[in-house]
């Protein structure tokens, strides 16, 4: 195994995420030095760095639960994850926790969170945490792909938790170039691998602004001892394929739906529709449409904006597609004829 392209890899310094781990530093030493802090919503699409930097912080200031949703995918078994406790009941649990969490306080880090997908499981854990910080203030990150998860918890815990909001953007091709370079220095291989091959798999990563995509190309390339344009551009087209799946596997079908609705619409990358439009044909509320145009944008798969018209057309929401790219595999995969 090649660890220093694998996901589990923490490089000795995470470029191009400076500032955003300087934020999250603040937390961890304030509550080290005073026992309490801030909450944190930490936010980016896939590969931007949400785990890498959080696993690295903690690995350094060892005062923290880290909790990946993704294993415990409920209420119940995400709040026992954090003492490994065994009660019967959820309320009991809690109780315990939080007798433990004032013995013993950490910060509280919940990874992935958006993998929580039941919605009475989600509301259940949000109203847990809420109680544990009234009871303990204890900080608590959650990490997520989802821009818009504040708008899914009750207002009481919402208003509770309050917390600062830290947004990683999307790698660009400069930057992936950078991490590229530093990882492949770092491998005990004797590689010489030419520059424009360096290039190009950033250029093509940055389409998505994601070093897992970087990180996947450049070691199937190494395993394989290929790194022509061709196999490169293969790598790539598979990658995003297995992706586009678990992305559809995992949309509802209200989300399938407003999809359809801007193919029938006439969207495409170029030409955006409004939203207004959209909810007159799909009989959603305003309110609905901007949380599925909102839920798009976290999957990079659609941008929107927003123009004023005038005072007859007043200011309204335009969306399309993010790229020719998005545009055509969703067709693909949606079934929708592209001619």
């Given at each position: 195994?090649?660890?220093?392209?694998?996901?589990?890899?923490?490089?000795?310094?995470?470029?191009?995420?400076?500032?955003?781990?300087?934020?999250?530093?603040?937390?961890?030493?304030?509550?080290?030095?005073?026992?309490?802090?801030?909450?944190?919503?930490?936010?980016?699409?896939?590969?931007?760095?949400?785990?890498?930097?959080?696993?690295?912080?903690?690995?350094?200031?060892?005062?923290?639960?880290?909790?990946?949703?993704?294993?415990?995918g409920t209420s119940y078994k995400t709040l026992k994850s954090f003492f490994n406790l065994n009660e019967k009941t959820h309320q009991k649990l809690l109780e315990r926790t939080i007798k433990e969490l004032k013995k013993n306080p950490k910060i509280i880090v919940l990874d992935e969170i958006d993998k929580i997908s039941r919605a009475e499981d989600f509301t259940k854990l949000m109203a847990n945490l809420n109680t544990i910080y009234r009871k303990t203030m204890v900080p608590i990150i959650l990490i997520t792909l989802k821009r818009d998860i504040l708008t899914n918890m009750k207002s009481d815990?919402?208003?509770?938790?309050?917390?600062?909001?830290?947004?990683?953007?999307?790698?660009?091709?400069v930057e992936l170039r950078d991490i590229l370079t530093s990882r492949l220095e770092?491998?005990?291989?004797?590689?010489?691998?030419?520059?424009?091959?360096?290039?190009?798999?950033?250029?093509?990563?940055?389409?998505?602004?994601?070093?897992?995509?970087?990180?996947?190309?450049?070691?199937?390339?190494?395993?394989?001892?290929?790194?022509?344009?061709?196999?490169?551009e293969e790598v790539y087209s598979n990658i995003i394929k297995e992706d586009w799946m678990d992305f559809m596997n995992d949309i509802n079908e209200s989300e399938k739906e407003f999809l359809r609705t801007l193919?029938?619409?006439?969207?495409?990358?170029?030409?955006?529709?409004?939203?207004?439009?959209?909810?007159?044909?799909?009989?959603?509320?305003?309110?609905?449409?901007?949380?599925?145009?909102?839920?798009?944008?976290?999957?990079?798969?659609?941008?929107?904006?927003?123009?004023?018209?005038?005072?007859?057309g007043g200011r309204r929401r335009f969306v399309k597609f993010a790229s020719k790219e998005v545009y055509e595999d969703l067709g693909k995969f949606m079934g929708v004829s592209l001619d």
């Open positions: 195994m090649i660890e220093e392209l694998s996901d589990e890899y923490i490089p000795k310094e995470v470029l191009h995420r400076e500032e955003q781990m300087s934020q999250i530093r603040d937390i961890f030493r304030n509550f080290k030095k005073n026992k309490t802090g801030t909450n944190l919503l930490l936010f980016g699409c896939t590969g931007s760095g949400k785990t890498t930097i959080i696993k690295k912080i903690i690995k350094e200031e060892n005062n923290s639960i880290y909790i990946s949703c993704d294993e415990t815990v919402r208003k509770t938790l309050l917390p600062e909001k830290i947004n990683l953007p999307s790698y660009n091709a770092n491998l005990k291989l004797d590689l010489k691998i030419d520059e424009g091959v360096i290039n190009y798999i950033s250029a093509l990563s940055a389409r998505q602004g994601s070093a897992r995509i970087l990180m996947n190309i450049i070691l199937r390339c190494i395993q394989k001892n290929t790194f022509s344009h061709d196999f490169i193919f029938i619409l006439g969207c495409d990358y170029e030409k955006g529709i409004s939203a207004e439009s959209i909810e007159k044909y799909i009989k959603l509320t305003g309110a609905r449409i901007s949380q599925l145009i909102n839920t798009f944008e976290r999957y990079s798969a659609v941008k929107s904006w927003h123009e004023n018209l005038g005072r007859a």
